[in-house]
Nanobody
Framework: QVQLVESGGGLVQAGGSLRLSCAASGSTRSYNGFGWYRQAPGRQREWVAAIGLSGITNYGDAVKGRFTISRDSTKNTVYLQMNSLKPEDTAVYLC???????????????WGKGTPVTVSS
């Protein structure tokens, strides 16, 4: 069983920054990567970023150049540094554990409850 707990969300003005964390526990060794997704009200869940075991990363076009995903394997924690935030980044941000292969993240059915991010204009 896998547990994922996100934290770090909040209210920030446009142009500001936030750092999200996802603490993972349980049977995560079956997977080699983590991903961040987001879901805004009335919209489909959107993939944001992913990181593989070696530290290789990939990003969705909407956040490329502004967000940075990283991981601390000793703490089994994944981070999402979000800079230059825009109102359209407002969403609940969710963590997923899965496999990162050839530039693509294949998520699992393990999700955290998410952490809300609100960016005011």
């Amino acid at each position: 069983q896998v547990q994922l707990v996100e934290s770090g969300g909040g209210l920030v003005q446009a142009g500001g920054s936030l750092r999200l964390s996802c603490a993972a526990s349980g049977s995560t060794r079956s997977y080699n990567g983590f991903g961040w997704y987001r879901q805004a009200p009335g919209r489909q869940r959107e993939w944001v970023a992913a990181i593989g075991l070696s530290g290789i990363t990939n990003y969705g076009d909407a956040v490329k150049g502004r967000f940075t995903i990283s991981r601390d394997s000793t703490k089994n924690t994944v981070y999402l540094q979000m800079n230059s935030l825009k109102p359209e980044d407002t969403a609940v941000y969710l963590c997923n554990v899965g496999n990162y292969l050839s530039g693509t993240f294949y998520g699992s059915h393990h999700w955290g409850k998410g952490t809300p991010v609100t960016v005011s204009s």
